[in-house]
């Protein structure tokens, strides 16, 4: 059988709710479950190691770098793929503000001349960003 990008996939288990699953859909399940570890494990490292050794390793005010921490974890925990069946909109807003986040890393580290990270934080906003584009429009052009 040949394979197309709009195939339908067949949840497995009898309860399930959404009869087919298209290909564009596990794009961006894989999308969102990739922000979740990433900035999941960012955010808690941000949160759970010595305040002072991260507060100078980062340039930052503790505080600040506690809230960054938080917000990560918290749009980790937003953008859970389980969590789109139940409410889009909350994961395309979780996504949107990661976006923010990636956007302001590439401006704190250009402005630290840490050119090298750039790229990363380039990559994870623009995932973020598809995955907030698609929340939106639900993957085949209508709103939410």
Do not use: C
């Not at 999308?31 to 570890?37: G, H, I, R």
């Not at 990636?102 to 090298?116: D, I, K, Q, S, T």
């Not at 623009?126 to 584009?133: E, T």
């Amino acid at each position: 059988m040949k394979t197309t990008s709009m195939q339908s996939f067949e949840p497995v288990g009898a309860g399930a709710k959404n009869p087919k699953l298209t290909a564009d859909e596990v794009i961006v399940w894989i999308a969102q479950a990739t922000l979740v570890a990433v900035f999941g494990i960012a955010g808690f490292m941000k949160l759970a190691l010595p305040g002072a050794p991260l507060s100078t390793a980062m340039g930052l005010p503790l505080v600040l770098v506690r809230f960054i921490g938080f917000a990560e974890v918290a749009g980790a925990v937003a953008l859970d793929p389980l969590l789109a069946r139940l409410s889009p909109r909350f994961n395309a807003l979780a996504a949107a503000g990661l976006t923010i986040v990636m956007a302001l890393a590439a401006a704190y580290h250009a402005g630290r001349g840490e050119f090298a990270v750039i790229p990363l934080n380039v990559a994870l906003g623009a995932i973020a960003a598809f995955v907030a584009h698609r929340r939106t429009y639900r993957l085949h052009g209508r709103r939410v």
